[in-house]
């Protein structure tokens, strides 16, 4: 998607420890013009599949889940990070390695909201080793319905989690795909 190759070489700031920050117009700051451009695209790639919900994770995925589902025409749920008492009914869970904070944690979501047999398709932001992708996807094989495909932002496709799920079958679908990034030099080359 060029526009947002285009934005991110604008915009993207390249930090030391392969991350890439994008708070100007993706995970602090949005940019509601772009997520609308970013929602369109979801919907062309994933033209011919059939999308009854779909599933994110908080933070930084519900704002651009919440402006993709539009597009789809269905509700969104997100998988929540902590154990919260507003929470009540019977709980999936799964545990997540944080690739931004080098921490595992629990994820959970309230199995009511996500039915067996319905289709679902994972967004979220970035995909970096697959941990919060592979999680998304856990949760969703644990109420027996269907991942109807993952779709990523910006893939960073010099790690390793872009490999790991498509060898495990699953059609990923990734906006922008970071060959490579240059902290030093603040250059970002980008797959074809
Ligand atoms: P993974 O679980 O694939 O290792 O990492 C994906 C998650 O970590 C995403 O949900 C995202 O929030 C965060 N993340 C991974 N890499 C980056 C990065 O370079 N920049 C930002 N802003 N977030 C990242």
Request: aromatic share 8%.
């Amino acid at each position: 998607m060029e526009l947002l190759k285009e934005r991110i070489r604008k915009d993207g700031v390249m930090k030391p420890g392969h991350v890439l920050k994008v708070d100007n117009f993706l995970n602090h700051q949005m940019d509601i013009g772009l997520f609308n451009e970013i929602g369109k695209e979801f919907k062309r790639r994933f033209a011919d599949v059939k999308v009854d919900k779909i599933l994110t994770i908080e933070a930084s995925g519900i704002g651009i889940a919440a402006i993709v589902a539009q597009y789809f025409e269905c509700p969104v749920v997100f998988a929540k990070k902590s154990q919260s008492i507003n929470l009540d009914g019977t709980m999936l869970s799964t545990q997540i390695e944080s690739f931004t904070h080098k921490r595992k944690y629990e994820v959970i979501v309230a199995s009511r909201f996500l039915s067996p047999g319905e289709n679902i398709l994972v967004i979220d932001d970035f995909l970096a080793n697959g941990c919060a992708a592979m999680g998304l996807v856990h949760l969703i094989e644990a109420a027996h319905a269907n991942l109807a495909g993952i779709g990523i932002v910006i893939e960073k496709g010099f790690q390793q989690g872009g490999v790991l799920l498509r060898e495990k079958g699953y059609r990923v679908e990734s906006l922008a795909i970071v060959e490579e990034m240059d902290p030093e030099t603040q250059t970002i080359t980008f797959r074809e």
